[in-house]
Each structure stands twice: as structure tokens, then as C-alpha cells.
């Protein structure tokens, strides 16, 4: 019993030593690019395409938000995210400025200031996913000048810094299994991922309608999809699902 403590804290103390380390890299590294540093805040995100699980999250944003992305699986939300998915090359975000006001989450992350910036994308051969998001604090015009004539450095950073990951991951970590269950259910899709996640911190429908700018009608159409994908009875057994398969982090 000792033995297995001593080891839980052996590999807690190397992977919060790494997280310190790879953190200061990421910044030492932007912060050659960037003449203004408090132009800027990063984050590194990996995680697998397959089962969204695990997630790594290496980032200097404020530490409200991070707690908050990493208890409720906002990976599941986040339109940065979800858009990631299908690119190779780094794009802008958000691409029309009119969906800060119109998406839930962005007008979540503009409290922190974190509601524009650029985001970097690496697919590699275990089908993981792996971000490096560099969000525009000031809102700063100079900001995308540097970004785009850095644009094959920040890349390479995120290459390099993914790469250290996995070998961290590999020579400390242990591996981890994925619910079975996970492979059986049918994809949800965005929406449907959105509405899940409002509904499973509490939200009524009419609540739910609100902050997604939906009818009310639409909720409880996705809520029935939701219910028929994960093979399950109601809203509350389709929550409790989700919970078991790990969908919200």
C-alpha cells in the first residue's frame, strides 16, 4: 500500500514538474516572437479524436477559465475545438466576428479576454489531436502581423512541443483504457453536444433555449436524438450516460 502511494506521488510531482517546464518553454520560445508579451496567452491541448479522452492542457490563461474548461469538458463545446477537427492549417478565430455575440461559448470565454486569437493544428499517427492556441489579449492589430510572419515557427513549436508530450506520456504515465461503451454510441453532433452539456449542469430546457438562442422546441428535439444515440430512456438516464462514458471531461 506504501509502495503504490509513493509511486502515485512519484509520477504527480514528474507530471506537474513537466507541465512547469513545457510551460515555460511555450513562453520563453513566443516570447522571441512577440516584442509584447502581454500581448498574448497560450495554450496546448491534446487530446484522442476517437473517445476525446485524455485531455492535456499546458497554458498560461487564467486559471478561472481553466478550471472551468477542464471540469465541465468544454472540448466538447468549443467551437475552436470543433473546427480544429477539420483543418490542417492555422486559422483565425473566430471567423466572423458576429458569433462572439451569437455562440454560448464565446460569450463565456469573453470574460477572460479569451474570445479571438489564432489556433495552430497537428493530426498525428495515434489519432490525437493537438492544438496550440495563441489568443489576442488586447485585441491588438500587431498581434496577427506577428502571427503571420511566424506562422512556420509557431507550427514547428507545436510539433516539438506534442512530440515531448507523447514521450512524456509514454515513459511515465500509464496507459489509459477507454470505456468499451464509448465505442459502441453514434456521434453526437455539436449541437447536440451543447445541449447535453447545459442540460447536464442543471439547465431546463427553456433555460437551455436561452443561452443557445434556440426555440425551446429545438431543445427537446435534440434532447430526443440525444436519447435514441446513447441508448437510453430519458434526459436524466441519457445525463447519467454521458457521465459514464466520460463525455464531460
Given at each position: ?195 447535453l452539456f447545459w442540460a447536464s449542469v442543471g439547465k431546463t430546457y427553456g433555460e437551455v433555449a436561452t443561452i ?38
Amino acid at each position: 500500500m506504501r509502495q503504490a502511494y509513493f509511486m502515485e506521488k512519484f509520477l504527480e510531482n514528474n507530471q506537474v514538474f513537466f507541465i512547469q517546464t513545457m510551460k515555460r518553454e511555450i513562453k520563453l520560445y513566443l516570447q522571441k516572437i512577440f516584442s509584447n508579451t502581454n500581448m498574448f496567452c497560450f495554450a496546448y491541448f491534446m487530446m484522442n479524436k476517437t473517445d476525446n479522452f485524455p485531455v492535456s492542457i499546458i497554458s498560461d490563461y487564467p486559471t478561472g477559465w481553466l478550471n472551468q474548461y477542464r471540469s465541465y469538458g468544454y472540448q466538447k463545446i468549443d467551437p475552436v475545438m470543433l473546427n480544429a477537427y477539420r483543418k490542417f492549417t492555422p486559422f483565425l478565430w473566430p471567423e466572423n466576428p458576429s458569433i462572439i455575440q451569437q455562440h454560448s461559448f464565446f460569450r463565456l470565454s469573453k470574460y477572460y479576454r479569451l474570445d479571438s486569437g489564432y489556433t495552430f493544428t497537428l493530426h498525428d499517427c495515434d489519432n490525437n489531436l493537438a492544438t496550440l492556441s495563441i489568443s489576442n489579449r488586447q485585441g491588438s492589430a500587431e498581434f496577427y502581423h506577428f502571427i503571420e510572419l511566424n506562422k512556420e515557427k509557431i507550427q514547428m513549436l507545436l510539433i516539438t512541443t506534442h512530440e515531448k508530450v507523447l514521450n512524456f506520456q509514454h515513459n511515465y504515465l500509464p496507459p489509459v483504457v477507454p470505456f468499451a461503451g464509448m465505442l459502441q454510441i453514434q456521434a453526437l453532433s455539436p449541437r447536440e453536444k451543447e445541449v447535453l452539456f447545459w442540460a447536464s449542469v442543471g439547465k431546463t430546457y427553456g433555460e437551455v433555449a436561452t443561452i443557445l438562442a434556440i426555440r425551446e422546441g429545438t431543445v427537446k428535439f435534440h434532447i430526443r436524438n440525444i436519447i435514441d444515440k446513447l441508448g437510453v430512456t430519458n434526459a436524466k438516464h441519457a445525463i447519467s450516460r454521458a457521465t459514464e462514458l466520460k463525455l464531460f471531461g
